[in-house]
């Protein structure tokens, strides 16, 4: 276990440095220019060279790059162009809404799809059908036009949570949790979906094995097969599916964070990259890569966890 | 593969689950409104804006005009203060006038017993000193703030500026929305920098740094040295950074703000949600003919060619369907209201008149050119498509270069003098903005000058009265007859206003009103 996770870690640098090398190299071809942008319609070309000049956008990429390089060695990701915060400080202030938000979505998931999923599949009979169908309509509506509806009837029509905004955990726990719920069930319809289906056809699966037969066959209470045996054995795909539907959250946080106006990592993507802002643009590659890194860590330490072969190998 | 039997078997875990999923959903709604109360979210004396985006600074010598200088007014007064209905009242300067004849010099006498919240007070040489660093700050507004030679301090509460040429509208630079008139403290000028996380003004309130999470929350909390307690209504000001514009209708109607930016998309939905919607022309969208002299496009070199341009356009029809109610048709360069406009003039809709001029200068059967526009302020570019399409109907086949990273790289293809016309709104609410602006820049890239224009704005600009409006309009008639600029509708800047917040106003004088008012009578009030 130890051996897999010093691989996982060792792999990661280099997966930084390639992320980074491509955030770089495509911010390179947006047309555009973070001096034209601060300065505005009245900019004048001499101002805007001597902006150039100031912001160091006036030398070769490479040695841009080289130099935002040894900067992350030491851990400084530089300063936003814009506001002139430190990068770091900036995407700390906000870490904590995306993750609160990743993380929130990939609990419901895993708790609703995979309830959802097996009661499809134990149950049986039109229930089942039913709830069949629910999954594959949250698979086919459109993740924005359901967070629309949810904010129009849940936060305008029945006031029963804020329509924008966010509030921290260590400020309020309940507003925390209230402000959370409408973009967590926004965003959490496709892995709720997705993991729903996976629980199904695994619990099926596993339902139809010799041993659950035997288990049966010996008298053993229904909910302790259910719980204990089927569960366990249904959760390994489960979990391979968390991991992806959790990194494409991280994707949906760009949008449902603009809707719901949280000011996470994913409203500051979009912004930054308007504003051809690219110290902020590099830092957020690298929190999504590290984040990314440690959703996968875990999605291994979950194998090993529920497989024991996994861990023997 | 075998199907397993699904007879009947029922699962109470099952049921448990879901169960306590939707406990949890629902826990956490039932929590929070016992200890949140309404979802209002401010309390009553506090006040919450919406504004579209983080401020361009929050040093207000490198800040933005328009809604956006909401972020320094409401910490800095400037020296005169311009209402929601359009008048200019005294802040800092109690009382201003030109010296001599020209309008080349301004001079405004300074309030008395005023303190920086810095501590320290607010005299002649403080004023001077935040206007010059103005001057040399680099910011965007620097051209709004005339041709001014020098600025000096002739008395201990007299400020002196001297203009290189007449500036009629010396007293309107020096409000909240043109940078050189909002004044910062001796402490902030001394290191800008430190204005970024603390203001340092004589505004009714104090940004807080330390409250505040960039591009998303800015916070203000009252000052309790501002020198006039009885217009401070207020226990404090947040400003929510929301761009979405279904996302700023919901935090409207719900009261999360009580005031907001608006959009022609939301309008209907707010004034059916009961919100106070306020408008006032603001755009005036122009189709520039950039290139008279027909460097890139010959037929733009023939006045007639350009009139018939103007003739070929039904603004009638374009302003209704893609405004609705909050757009009117546009003939001149200015907009109805506003010094200089002329009534009775402009170019109407006359396809037979367009289609002649065409013949006669040589082009009946049309010719093609390429017109620059943006997807910036023109949304989808709905309005440059609808122009471009009706220049089809006197032969003429238009075909649309769309910038949409900035207005500062479109400003640049402007000036690179590839694009011999150009679709941007322009405004102003007089003659000498509105020729202010649409003579440098990216409405004039090919530099344009006409005699006569020049020499009657010259003269307008160094008078005053029934005498300047008279060549105002002079002036006016001859853009009309130039036809460098041809104007096609005007679009009107939407605000919404929660039903608990009253005394906001807006004019085409001001179509961007700020809540702060150096008297009790103008500022906004909360029920």
């Known amino acids: 276990m130890l051996k897999l996770l010093a691989h996982r870690v060792a792999l990661s640098i280099p997966l930084v440095l390639l992320v980074s090398v491509v955030v770089f190299a495509l911010e390179s071809l947006v047309p555009g220019d973070p001096a034209r942008t601060i300065l505005g319609e009245n900019a004048t070309p001499e101002g805007i060279a001597a902006l150039h000049q100031q912001m160091g956008l006036d030398q070769p990429w490479l040695e841009r790059y080289w130099h935002w390089l040894s900067g992350l060695f030491h851990g400084d990701l530089g300063a936003s162009l814009f506001t002139g915060d430190a990068v770091t400080s900036e995407l700390n202030a906000r870490l904590g809404v995306t993750v609160s938000l990743v993380l929130c979505c990939v609990l419901v998931s895993a708790v609703a799809g995979t309830a959802l999923g097996m009661f499809s599949a134990i149950r049986g009979g039109p229930a089942a059908r039913v709830v069949d169908v629910l999954s594959l309509t949250g698979l086919a509506l459109p993740n924005f036009w359901v967070a629309i509806v949810l904010v129009a009837l849940f936060a305008v029509k029945i006031r029963l949570f804020p329509a924008t905004g966010y509030v921290p955990l260590a400020e309020s726990p309940g507003h925390w949790l209230r402000s959370l719920v409408l973009p967590v069930i926004a965003l959490s319809l496709f892995g709720v979906t997705a993991v729903a289906k996976q629980a199904r056809d695994a619990t099926l699966e596993v339902q139809d094995t010799d041993y659950i037969r035997v288990l049966r066959g010996n008298g053993v209470a229904e909910s302790r097969i259910v719980l204990k045996h089927m569960l366990r054995n249904a959760a390994i795909p489960v979990v391979t599916v968390l991991g992806v539907v959790a990194v494409s959250m991280l994707s949906g946080t760009v949008f449902v964070e603009g809707v719901f106006v949280l000011p996470g990592l994913g409203s500051l993507a979009t912004q930054a990259t308007t504003d051809h802002d690219l110290p902020v643009i590099l830092g957020i590659g690298v929190y999504f890569t590290v984040v990314v890194i440690i959703l996968n860590l875990l999605v291994d330490l979950a194998y090993g966890m529920l497989n024991p072969k996994v861990r023997a190998s | ?527």
């Not at chain 2, 719900?254 to 309008?267: D, E, K, L, R, W």
């Not at chain 2, 106070?276 to 122009?286: G, I, Y």
């Not at chain 2, 027909?294 to 070199?301: Q, V, W």
């Not at chain 2, 001149?332 to 006359?350: F, H, K």
Request: some cysteine; aromatic content about 8%.
């Open chain 2, 1 to 527: 593969m075998r199907r397993p039997s699904r007879s009947g078997r029922r699962s109470p875990m099952m049921v448990g689950a879901i169960s306590a999923v939707a406990i949890t959903l629902l826990g956490a709604a039932a929590c929070s409104s016992s200890s949140g109360g309404s979802s209002g979210g401010a309390s009553s004396s506090k006040l919450t804006l919406q504004f579209t985006g983080p401020p361009i600074s929050l040093n207000p010598a490198l800040g933005g005009n328009g809604l956006s200088a909401v972020f320094t007014a409401l910490a800095y007064d400037s020296l005169i203060h311009l209402s929601g209905d359009g008048k200019l009242v005294p802040d800092l300067a109690t009382s201003w006038n030109y010296v001599g004849q020209d309008n080349k010099v301004f001079e405004m006498t300074l309030r008395q017993g005023v303190k920086f919240s810095d501590g320290s007070p607010l005299t002649a040489d403080a004023v001077v000193a935040s206007m010059n660093y103005f001057r040399k700050a680099g910011g965007g507004l620097v051209g709004d703030a005339g041709p001014v030679d020098s600025i000096s301090a002739v008395g201990p509460d007299k400020v002196r500026v001297t203009y290189k040429s007449p500036n009629p509208d010396a007293a309107m630079t020096m409000t909240q929305y043109h940078g050189i008139g909002t004044i910062i403290g001796p402490k902030g000028l001394a290191n800008p920098q430190s204005l970024l996380t603390a203001s340092d003004g004589t505004g009714q309130y104090v940004y807080n740094g330390k409250t505040s999470v960039t591009n998303s929350r800015y916070t203000y909390d009252k000052n309790p040295g501002y020198f006039n307690p009885s217009a401070q209504m207020f226990g404090g000001v947040t400003i929510r950074v929301i761009g979405d514009a279904q996302a700023v209708l919901s935090a409207a109607q719900t009261g999360q703000v009580q005031f907001a930016g608006g959009a022609a998309s939301t309008a209907e939905a707010a004034k059916q949600a009961k919100l106070n919607v306020l408008s006032a022309p603001f755009f005036n969208w122009t189709l520039i003919l950039a290139d008279s002299a027909g460097k890139t496009s010959k037929p733009l070199g023939d006045a007639r060619v350009r009139q018939a341009i103007a003739y070929a356009l039904d603004r009638k029809g374009l302003a209704n369907a893609l405004g609705g109610q909050y757009a009117a048709p546009s003939t001149q360069v200015l907009l109805p209201g506003t010094d200089g406009y002329l009534p009775q003039a402009g170019y109407d809709y006359d396809l037979a008149k367009a289609k002649s001029l065409m013949a006669e200068a040589g082009y009946a059967n049309g010719f093609s050119m390429t017109v620059l526009t943006e997807s910036l302020l023109d949304r989808n570019t709905t309005y440059s498509q609808a122009i471009v399409h009706a220049l089809g109907d006197i032969g003429i086949k238009a075909t649309l270069h769309v910038e949409s990273t900035g207005i500062g790289q479109f400003s640049g293809d402007a000036l690179s003098k590839k694009y011999p016309a150009i679709i941007f709104p322009s405004a102003g609410t007089d003659m000498f903005q509105a020729h202010n602006q649409i003579s440098n820049g990216l409405f004039n890239p090919f530099g344009n000058k006409d005699r006569q224009l020049e020499s009657t704005l010259a003269k307008a600009f160094a008078s005053d009265g029934a005498d300047r409006t008279r060549l105002y309009q002079q002036a006016s008639q001859r853009y009309h007859d130039l036809a460098w600029y041809v104007p096609v509708f005007s679009t009107q800047n939407l605000l919404y206003v929660g039903p608990k917040l009253t005394n906001v106003k807006t004019s085409v004088l001001n179509p961007n009103p700020m809540p702060v008012a150096p008297t009790a009578d103008l500022a906004w009030k909360s029920k």
